[in-house]
């Protein structure tokens, strides 16, 4: 994150001598990026957070991951999937490169603790509500949250209720930010951008976890590492840094829109090696008076395109099946556009209702094995039955 904050008990100089109740010293933990010359967090421990008692490794699932050959447009449903369980340990990937994995999970319990030691990950709240809790403290979390956790951040997801939580969750290979165009050069977010500090929401109470012999779940590049530890790592007594998980709600983003189409760098949000993310939020249409309201055929020449569709309508894809819980990935390669009919009927709005998550990589997608157990196989070729099914009509009428 662009700036500083704290929580809880910190001494008054970072690494000095800080003492517990009964004089011994608490544990100074410094977690950093970029080889500690990026954003860095210092986090007080009761006990020192390297004492483990056991370290075994997790063998991971095949994930069957292989190209995506013949090159194809692919529609998703994951909510087919018969999901359930744990955010972490029963998240399913359903495409990846080396830069990121994409998955879905729906959580009907608390999560493993668990970190990720390769990169940064995001998880877009479909539905439900709940917490993420780690080393840092609590963020509560609801329906349209975006929830981004730092490399190595032990956390862990917890459930409200008794309606599943329902994420979109992307694994980065680096770290998330927002867009360097939206920062001043001192971090801070300038006039103009759609979201600010004000947007943000931080962890704001500390965690205190009790037990010993705690497992963690550590993903590394080739795999999985349970580490036990000797005790609770929610040990921290206090933190201060720019390095720490946070929220902000996709209600908050206020779009930026034109007399005509407005292209998709108008609607980023964060950006990491290797891709971008965006979203598309309710929001007045173009106005221009011939203005089509509707995106282009288009062409994106260096990016395979992901589409998570949260919730309302989705203008360009009526007709096709693609509905709320969709997900459609339309690669470098392929020219996609609205289906036959949306153009025309699209003629004349002046708002749309629509909360998309988009994901444009810089490197192809490859596909998992359980991406074909929700894949819509007629998808990519709606636009000719989309075509036929209206003359067809023209025809009767």
């Not at 699209?346 to 894949?375: H, W």
Request: with cysteine; net charge negative.
């Amino acid at each position: 994150m662009p700036y500083f904050t704290q929580l809880g008990t910190i001494p008054r100089k970072r690494h000095v001598a800080f003492r517990q109740p009964d004089g011994t010293l608490y544990s100074e933990e410094i977690i950093g990026e970029d080889g500690f010359s990026g954003d860095t967090s210092l986090l007080y421990h009761r006990y020192p957070p390297s004492a483990l008692t056991s370290i075994e490794a997790v063998k991971p699932p095949d994930e069957g991951l292989h190209p995506n050959e013949p090159l194809s447009p692919i529609h998703l449903k994951p909510r087919d999937l018969s999901l359930k369980g744990d955010a972490v340990l029963d998240r399913v990937i359903l495409l990846a490169n080396d830069d990121v994995r994409i998955g879905y999970a729906v959580a009907t319990e608390d999560s493993s603790l668990y970190k990720n030691a390769t990169g940064d990950e995001l998880a877009y709240v479909e539905s439900g509500s709940g917490a993420l809790e780690s080393t840092f403290g609590r963020i509560d979390i609801t329906e349209g949250d975006y929830v981004i956790v730092p490399t190595s951040t032990i956390h862990r997801w917890t459930v409200k209720g008794d309606e599943p939580l329902r994420l979109f969750l992307v694994e980065a290979r680096g770290h998330i930010d927002p867009p360097k165009r939206y920062l001043s050069r001192r971090g801070q977010f300038i006039e103009g951008t759609p979201y600010c500090e004000l947007d943000i929401r931080r962890p704001d109470e500390l965690i205190e976890g009790t037990g010993a012999d705690i497992p963690v779940y550590v993903r590394t590049r080739t795999g999985m590492t349970r580490n036990v530890h000797q005790h609770h790592p929610f040990d921290v007594v206090g933190w201060h840094g720019g390095m720490y998980p946070w929220s902000f709600n996709i209600n908050d983003f206020e779009p930026i829109t034109g007399s005509l189409h407005q292209p998709p760098p108008m609607h980023q949000i964060l950006e990491a090696p290797g891709f971008v993310v965006c979203n598309f939020v309710p929001r007045l249409l173009d106005y221009h008076p011939e203005a089509v309201p509707i995106p282009p055929f288009h062409s994106n020449v260096d990016s395979d395109e992901v589409l998570f569709y949260a919730k309302g309508q989705a203008n360009t894809r009526q007709g096709t099946g693609v509905g709320t819980g969709s997900i459609t990935v339309h690669p470098a390669g392929f020219i996609h556009g609205p289906q036959p009919g949306n153009v025309e009927r699209a003629l004349g709005a002046t708002r749309n209702d629509e909360y998309q998550v988009m994901i444009d990589t810089f490197r192809p997608l490859s596909l998992t094995a359980a991406l074909a157990k929700c894949a819509d196989q007629d998808y990519p070729y709606t636009w000719v039955k989309r075509e036929e099914a209206l003359t067809a009509g023209a025809a009767n009428a």
